[in-house]
């Protein structure tokens, strides 16, 4: 009599079972994965968590770029030869396939660019390894202590660094230079945002690989490189190559020395008519040759300005025509007459303005290479 029972009740159980466990397994699996990154493919950092099987576990975010967001972790299960507690910084790229792929390229290069430099004295960060976590690739590098811009925020707002200070990181950059130029890869993103320096602020590492190319890949595209850092050729879709990172630098250390962003433009029209204010009109060569030259100039050589409006706020444009620039880089750099310089110092000032202007030339084949600049009076002191 209690076998029958039993029996008769059995099916209705396992049924029921059954309702709840089949809605509740694929449930489970979203849950998961959409706790691991954002609508946008970001990793959702846990302070806390352990990632590549434990052998990091991560203490701090230190925030997020277009690619990927970044935290610091300290190594609790370390390789032989490597220190416990010893602290990582570890991009984990956003979770999109052409993030994914950008990712397995910067690793490549980072890789080249280590092979090609042992012993570490050129000035590109350091890779250690990378690994997967969660549908994220992750990238595991040296820790350092801050970027250029927290470093000029922190300790030269609005009046800039030394110049000896700047004269020790353009040595350093122009170094990282000439690796990145002897392996034929362009950074395209140099800008004080992907400059790192240790806890000392005495040594600097170029970072951010993630817009990097081959040398040979150059597709016309005006809006690589971050805009204030942001070279004229590309803007103008004028044949590239490494000379663009020379540009960058030499927008990156006006930067330093003056506290102040020395193209703020809010457009590529606006970033052009500033460039052309400091050095002067583009050579009509140039723009003949450049893919959107006709955007910006007429046939006469007339600048198309678009401006706006003071009284309506709507986009006008306006014909300006430049010869000569408007305020160059003596007089942007120079202090007042009242102002008394020592010998050495207004002589160290005057090599620094000249290795600007050489990053500064307008046609990117009149530009200082990185070898050439290693050898500039500013560098070489």
Same mark, same amino acid.
């Given at each position: 009599?209690f076998?029958?029972a039993d029996a008769s009740?059995k099916p209705?159980k396992i049924?029921?079972?059954?309702?709840?466990?089949?809605p509740?397994a694929?449930?489970?699996?979203?849950t998961?994965?959409?706790?691991a990154?954002d609508?946008?493919?970001y990793?959702n950092v846990?302070?806390?968590?352990?990632?590549d099987g434990g052998?990091y576990q991560v203490?701090?975010?230190?925030?997020k770029?277009m690619f990927?967001?970044v935290v610091r972790a300290?190594v609790?299960?370390?390789?032989p030869?490597?220190?416990q507690?010893?602290?990582?910084a570890i991009?984990?790229v956003?979770?999109?396939?052409?993030?994914?792929k950008?990712?397995?390229?910067e &690793?490549?290069m980072?890789n080249?660019?280590r092979?090609?430099d042992?012993?570490?004295?050129?000035h590109?960060?350091?890779?250690?390894?990378?690994?997967e976590h969660?549908?994220?690739?992750?990238i595991?590098?040296?820790s350092?202590?801050?970027n250029?811009?927290?470093v000029v925020k922190?300790?030269g707002?609005? &009046?800039?660094l030394?110049i000896?200070?700047?004269?020790?990181?353009a040595?350093?950059l122009?170094l990282?230079?000439?690796?990145?130029k002897?392996?034929?890869v362009?950074h395209?993103?140099?800008k004080?945002?992907?400059i790192l320096?240790n806890?000392?602020k005495?040594?600097?590492k170029?970072c951010d690989?993630?817009s990097?190319?081959?040398?040979?890949?150059n597709?016309i595209?005006p809006?690589?490189?971050?805009?204030?850092?942001?070279?004229?050729?590309?803007?103008?879709?004028?044949p590239?190559d490494?000379?663009l990172?020379i540009?960058?630098?030499?927008?990156?250390?006006?930067?330093?020395y003056?506290?102040k962003?020395?193209?703020?433009?809010?457009?590529?029209?606006?970033?052009?008519l500033l460039m052309?204010e400091?050095k002067g009109?583009?050579n009509s060569k140039?723009i003949?040759k450049?893919?959107f030259g006709?955007?910006?100039?007429?046939e006469?050589?007339?600048f198309?300005?678009?401006e706006?409006?003071r009284v309506?706020g709507?986009?006008?444009?306006?014909k300006?025509h430049i010869s000569?620039?408007s305020r160059?880089?003596?007089?942007?750099?120079l202090?007042?007459?009242?102002v008394?310089?020592?010998e050495d110092?207004?002589?160290?000032?005057?090599?620094f303005i000249?290795l600007?202007?050489?990053?500064?030339a307008?046609d990117p084949?009149?530009?200082?290479s990185?070898?050439?600049?290693?050898?500039?009076?500013?560098?070489?002191?």
């Amino acid at each position: 009599m209690f076998a029958v029972a039993d029996a008769s009740k059995k099916p209705k159980k396992i049924k029921k079972v059954k309702k709840v466990i089949k809605p509740a397994a694929p449930a489970l699996v979203t849950t998961t994965l959409d706790s691991a990154a954002d609508s946008e493919g970001y990793y959702n950092v846990i302070l806390g968590e352990q990632l590549d099987g434990g052998r990091y576990q991560v203490f701090s975010s230190l925030g997020k770029g277009m690619f990927a967001n970044v935290v610091r972790a300290r190594v609790l299960q370390p390789e032989p030869g490597e220190q416990q507690g010893k602290e990582v910084a570890i991009k984990i790229v956003r979770c999109q396939e052409s993030m994914y792929k950008a990712g397995l390229k910067e &690793v490549q290069m980072l890789n080249k660019l280590r092979e090609a430099d042992p012993e570490d004295k050129k000035h590109i960060v350091r890779m250690e390894r990378s690994f997967e976590h969660r549908g994220h690739l992750c990238i595991v590098f040296e820790s350092m202590s801050m970027n250029l811009r927290e470093v000029v925020k922190r300790f030269g707002k609005d &009046v800039g660094l030394n110049i000896r200070a700047v004269r020790a990181y353009a040595h350093q950059l122009f170094l990282a230079l000439s690796l990145l130029k002897k392996v034929g890869v362009m950074h395209a993103d140099i800008k004080p945002d992907n400059i790192l320096v240790n806890e000392q602020k005495t040594v600097l590492k170029l970072c951010d690989l993630g817009s990097a190319s081959d040398a040979s890949e150059n597709d016309i595209t005006p809006y690589l490189v971050s805009r204030f850092y942001r070279a004229p050729e590309i803007i103008l879709g004028y044949p590239y190559d490494p000379a663009l990172d020379i540009w960058s630098i030499g927008c990156t250390l006006y930067e330093l020395y003056t506290g102040k962003i020395l193209f703020p433009g809010r457009s590529n029209n606006q970033m052009l008519l500033l460039m052309m204010e400091l050095k002067g009109r583009f050579n009509s060569k140039m723009i003949k040759k450049a893919k959107f030259g006709d955007d910006y100039f007429d046939e006469m050589g007339g600048f198309n300005s678009v401006e706006k409006d003071r009284v309506l706020g709507n986009d006008v444009v306006k014909k300006v025509h430049i010869s000569k620039p408007s305020r160059d880089l003596r007089a942007r750099l120079l202090p007042s007459t009242s102002v008394k310089m020592k010998e050495d110092e207004s002589k160290l000032l005057m090599s620094f303005i000249d290795l600007l202007d050489k990053c500064l030339a307008l046609d990117p084949a009149r530009r200082i290479s990185p070898k050439e600049a290693l050898t500039h009076p500013f560098i070489r002191g």
